[in-house]
């Protein structure tokens, strides 16, 4: 019942012209679409409120334009809303829809983050969206450096290293290891030259096994990559494997396809690559020597 929606573009510098609402008419619109699924009222009801999905992706970007796929995704919540919505309980539609367009960036930021999945419990994403501001709450409360992870573990109720692990994952986006430097005297070279040795008197052939390990592993990645679906595989390789990723809105002009359609297609894709590496003996035993899970 609930079909792609595509808002109006709006123009840099200006404001969303859009409809206001009284309580009647926006009660009246809710139950056309619930109750005799009529998609022009479901479309009045939520482009009145698209500034509302913007303005909360604008939040979460902290500065400048939202990212296109960012909006999308709060769009989607005033869809999910918009089907969910009873107005006999006396409650605005804006009052509603906040809450699942919140849902949907937060998830959507939450699994976007890293290409490692990070674990989804309730109470590891409160920790991932209130990590700052609590660690800011208990350094001006005086609690030391070295306690703040237990402390704020103890606000959460979660383990003081699942908050190091949150903490790490805030530290940086995933950047591809070969990405060239390309200023002063180390332009040229990667970023992984760059990378201090952990323990420079290692073993030379435990740092060849290891470097082997890599290579087998991104063999079998791109093996049972090249098993997907050619679109399929030209998305994922587009949007999460290439150095300079693809937004969704330019895999959708390319293939004339909708973003939300794009976003399907990579869930879709990237699920069936991790059940295939995991149903995949040598790459399930790598992941686990590496510490990672599918």
């Known amino acids: 019942m609930n079909k792609p929606f595509r808002p109006p573009q709006r123009r840099r510098g200006t404001a969303f012209s859009a409809e206001f609402l009284d309580a009647k008419t926006e009660a009246d619109?809710?139950?056309?679409?619930?109750?005799?699924?009529?998609?022009?009222?479901r479309d009045r009801l939520v482009l009145a409120h698209r500034a509302l999905a913007w303005s909360a992706a604008a939040r979460i970007t902290r500065g400048g334009r939202p990212d296109e796929d960012l909006i999308q995704q709060a769009n989607l919540g005033l869809l999910k809303a918009?089907?969910?919505f009873d107005p006999d309980m006396g409650f605005r539609f804006s009052t509603y829809a906040t809450w699942?367009?919140?849902a949907e960036i937060q998830d959507y930021t939450y699994g976007d983050w890293s290409l490692i999945?990070?674990?989804?419990s309730s109470s590891l994403r409160r920790v991932f969206f209130g990590l700052r501001k609590a660690e800011a709450e208990l350094k001006a409360e005086g609690v030391a450096p070295e306690e703040l992870?237990?402390?704020i573990g103890a606000r959460f109720n979660v383990e003081a290293d699942k908050v190091a692990l949150i903490r790490e994952r805030l530290a940086g986006r995933d950047?591809?290891?070969?990405?060239?430097?390309?200023?002063?005297?180390?332009?040229g070279a990667d970023w992984q030259d760059m990378l201090a040795d952990p323990d420079p008197q290692a073993d030379a052939e435990i740092k060849v096994g290891a470097a082997r390990a890599q290579e087998r592993l991104?063999?079998?990645v791109a093996e049972?990559?090249?098993?997907?679906?050619a679109r399929d595989r030209q998305i994922i390789e587009g949007s999460v494997m290439e150095d300079d990723h693809r937004t969704l809105a330019d895999l959708g002009d390319e293939f004339r396809i909708s973003r939300e359609r794009v976003r399907q297609l990579r869930e879709r894709a990237l699920v069936n690559l991790r059940k295939a590496l995991a149903e995949d003996p040598a790459a399930r035993d790598l992941l686990a020597e590496e510490g990672v899970t599918v």
């Open 29 to 41: 619109l809710a139950r056309a679409w619930r109750e005799k699924g009529d998609e022009k009222a």
């Open 82 to 84: 918009a089907d969910r």
């Open 100 to 102: 699942w367009v919140r």
């Open 117 to 120: 999945r990070l674990p989804g």
């Open 149 to 151: 992870d237990a402390a």
């Open 175 to 187: 950047m591809s290891l070969n990405q060239p430097l390309s200023a002063g005297e180390d332009a």
């Open 218 to 220: 991104a063999a079998l």
């Open 224 to 229: 049972h990559l090249a098993r997907l679906p």
